[in-house]
Structures are given as structure tokens and as C-alpha cells.
């Protein structure tokens, strides 16, 4: 008889088996809580700069508005006659209302309404006053939107306007400006 070899089959089996390729479910796990880590990084990245641009676009809009109205007051203002006699260029009491006549003869009331928050302005005293600014308020407590003031040299005649100041706060969402502006009308130049 031959002697036949018994084989212990306990000793083939490996002790740990063979890892198939791919990730594990923790290597997944930390990896999607790192993108989404970054998509919300991004997120607030991307609302910080829309929203910074929004204010942006606000503040050039109340800008160029601004600018655009307080050009065209300026303007009018600098062409006005001034003549005392007849009260071409007035400052009513209250601060709220410059009337003059232009360089053409028209008659042009620029005035400030309290109750809409508009700087308008009516042409010729007809019944429609036009917006030119909203969102308007004075620019402190007490400070008058116009003033006129009298020239320093006293050769000019008493009631003849020497400068007029425009003040006002423009105030839309965040957005606040304060404008100021005199405007010296020509004969006091000339």
C-alpha cells in the first residue's frame, strides 16, 4: 500500500481575501462631503459677488440720475436773468422751490414735494409738474433744498440772487448720496 498523503485543506485558505478595485463606501462618503463642502464655498461666493453687483448697478443708477437732474438745474439756473426788479430768480421761504426765467423767456419752477419724495419741475406754469429725481429728501434737519444768498459786492442791486446752493439725499434700498451743488447764475459773472 502506498502511503498517501493527507492534505490539511485548512492550511490552503488564506487568511484574508483579495480587495476588488474601487472605493470604499467611507472613501465616498468623505469625498462627496468635500465637494460638497466646496459647492457651498462656491455658492456664497457667487451670491456675495451678484448681490455686490446689484448695489453696484444701484448706486450708478441713482448716480447718473442724480447727476443728469442737478445738471440740468444747474444749467438752467447759471442762464437765468437775474434782475431784481422783476423777481426772475426766487427762493420761496420754505427752501422747497426755486422759480426763474431762462435765457429763452420761459418761466421754470424747480420744486421739491415732500409728500411723493420727487424733485419736478413745470415749465411755463402749466398744470403738470415732471419728475426729475425720486427717492428725494433734505439732506439734514433743517437744511433748506434751495437757498439763495446775495453777491458780496455790493454794487449789485438789493434782491439780486449771487448764488443759489442745492441740497438734497437721494436714498433708494442701501444706497444713500448726498448731493451739493451752487450754481452762480451769469450776470454776477459777467
Known amino acids: 500500500m502506498k502511503n498517501k498523503k493527507t492534505i490539511n485543506n485548512s492550511s490552503c485558505i488564506h487568511s484574508s481575501k483579495k480587495r476588488r478595485a474601487g472605493l470604499s463606501l467611507v472613501e465616498i462618503l468623505i469625498s462627496l462631503s468635500v465637494a460638497a463642502l466646496l459647492l457651498t464655498a462656491t455658492a456664497a461666493a457667487f451670491d456675495a459677488a451678484f448681490k455686490n453687483l446689484q448695489e453696484n ?6 448716480g447718473m440720475s442724480t447727476r443728469n437732474s442737478l445738471c440740468q ?14 423777481a426772475t430768480i426766487d427762493v420761496n421761504s420754505t427752501g ?14 424747480y420744486r421739491y414735494d415732500a409728500n411723493t419724495q420727487q424733485l419736478q419741475v413745470n415749465v411755463n406754469g402749466n398744470a403738470n409738474w415732471y419728475p426729475m429725481i425720486e427717492d428725494v429728501y433734505p439732506a439734514g434737519t433743517g437744511i433748506d433744498i434751495f437757498t439763495a444768498t446775495a453777491p458780496q459786492d455790493t454794487s ?26 451752487s450754481v ?3 450776470n454776477i459773472i459777467y
Request: hydrophobic share 35%.
Open 184 to 186: 452762480v447764475p451769469r
Open 73 to 86: 438745474m444747474t444749467g438752467t439756473i447759471r442762464s437765468a436773468w437775474n434782475d431784481p426788479d422783476t
Open 96 to 109: 422747497t422751490e426755486i422759480s426763474l426765467t431762462d435765457a429763452t423767456g420761459q418761466n421754470i419752477i
Open 57 to 62: 448697478n444701484e448706486m450708478a443708477m441713482v
Open 156 to 181: 449789485f442791486p438789493a434782491g439780486t440772487v449771487g448764488c443759489i446752493d442745492i441740497r438734497f439725499r437721494v436714498t433708494r434700498d442701501n444706497t444713500c448720496r448726498t448731493i451739493c451743488a
